[in-house]
């Protein structure tokens, strides 16, 4: 079975430019999340989507992160205008309802 | 506010030594508590779900315990491999949904 995949896998931008990564969950998984994790933290949850619903995304900075999940398959995290504190590893994960989530090698950005 | 806290923070151990890792939560409507493990610049591997107090799983050396405040995953006869950081989340329910919430991680290091 293929795991979570995510890309890219490395960027590197400048502050105030934009960035954006691409999510694909494991085929059937119906319930889809993004972590942020600074280095040394824990992952914390940006936004869980059900299908292509919002179940939760009371931690995304909604003045410059937005995500969308087209047709409840695959997902893209945005980031407008990027800041340096946004440097950070990206998780995306899934899972069967809302059952353990299964997570993606992650997108390490770097904001310079 | 649902809390996780992991401790210790960092934990060093000669090969063969055993310990314990903890995991405490204070959540409302715990549907369940994740154990994963997680090498550098990868994505966190799932280990163990323990859904009620008193449940215990095992894989190779280690074992995971749940009470109703806390969770132990300890660690028999490490070896240099078991070298990670272990992060442990709780599903609480939060307006029907499920969200998964991380501790920071535990940091461990097998000498050989």
């Known amino acids: 079975e293929a795991g979570v995949a995510q890309s890219p896998r490395y960027k590197i931008i400048e502050k105030r430019q934009s960035v954006a990564f691409w999510c694909n969950p494991i085929?059937?998984?119906?319930?889809l999340y993004w972590y942020q994790q600074i280095l040394g933290q824990g992952p914390k949850l940006l936004i869980q989507?059900?299908?292509?619903?919002?179940?939760?995304d009371s931690q995304l900075p909604k003045d410059r992160f937005s995500a969308e999940r087209l047709k409840g398959v695959d997902s893209t995290l945005k980031i407008q205008p990027a800041k340096l504190e946004d440097s950070a590893v990206y998780l995306c994960a899934s899972s069967f309802r809302d059952r353990v989530p299964y997570f993606g090698p992650g997108t390490r950005l770097t904001v310079t | 506010e649902d809390q996780v806290t992991q401790s210790p923070e960092a934990l060093r151990l000669q090969e063969g030594e055993s310990s314990s890792l903890n995991c405490s939560y204070t959540?409302?409507?715990?549907?369940?508590l994740f154990w994963y493990r997680q090498d550098p610049g990868k994505g966190p591997e799932f280990l163990f779900t323990l859904y009620s107090a008193g449940e215990e799983k095992e894989k190779e050396r280690l074992k995971a315990t749940l009470t109703k405040k806390e969770s132990f995953l300890h660690i028999t006869a490490p070896k240099p491999e078991d070298s990670a950081t272990y992060l442990c989340a709780v599903q609480a329910a939060s307006g029907g949904s499920y969200i998964p919430t991380f501790g920071r991680g535990t940091s461990l290091i097998v000498h050989p």
């Open positions: 989507f059900q299908n292509n619903g919002v179940v939760d």
């Open positions: 959540v409302s409507g715990l549907r369940g």
């Open positions: 085929s059937g998984h119906a319930t």
